[in-house]
């Protein structure tokens, strides 16, 4: 089973930057669709980018600030986050699913990391 670790999480003003990192054990992280998600006090969780070994993508919502990486041989991957706004606070997570073929992201996620907290001061 694979099991995800997120870290990275923490308070900073906005404008500020943060990356957040995702490590992953158990299986090579080579055969999945890694995603981040984030979800706000009151809100629905939203899916803000994903990476599979050949494509990205990301929310409009996100797009031009933060960018998604990950190294297959040191199964991590990351969330570079800059220009950070007060709308960015949220829990953050990584998750991971089977690469499907033409995507960036997997249709569905049934691996789950803990989650880190993000808060953006205005």
């Known amino acids: 089973q694979l099991h995800l670790v997120e870290s990275g999480g923490g308070t900073v003003q906005a404008g500020g930057s943060l990356r957040l990192s995702c490590a992953a054990s158990?299986?090579?992280?080579?055969?999945?669709?890694i995603a981040w998600f984030r979800q706000a006090p009151g809100k629905e969780r939203e899916e803000i980018s994903c990476?599979?070994?050949?494509?990205?993508y990301y929310a409009d919502s996100v797009k031009g600030r933060f960018t998604i990486s990950r190294d297959n041989d040191e199964s991590m991957a990351w969330l570079q986050m800059n220009s950070l706004k007060p709308e960015d606070t949220a829990v953050y997570y990584c998750?991971?699913?089977?690469?499907?073929?033409?995507?960036?992201?997997?249709?569905?996620?049934?691996?789950w990391g803990q989650g880190t907290q993000v808060t953006v001061s205005s």
């Open positions: 998750a991971a699913d089977g690469v499907v073929a033409g995507r960036a992201c997997a249709i569905e996620y049934d691996y």
């Open positions: 158990g299986f090579p992280l080579r055969l999945y669709s």
């Open positions: 990476i599979s070994n050949t494509a990205t």
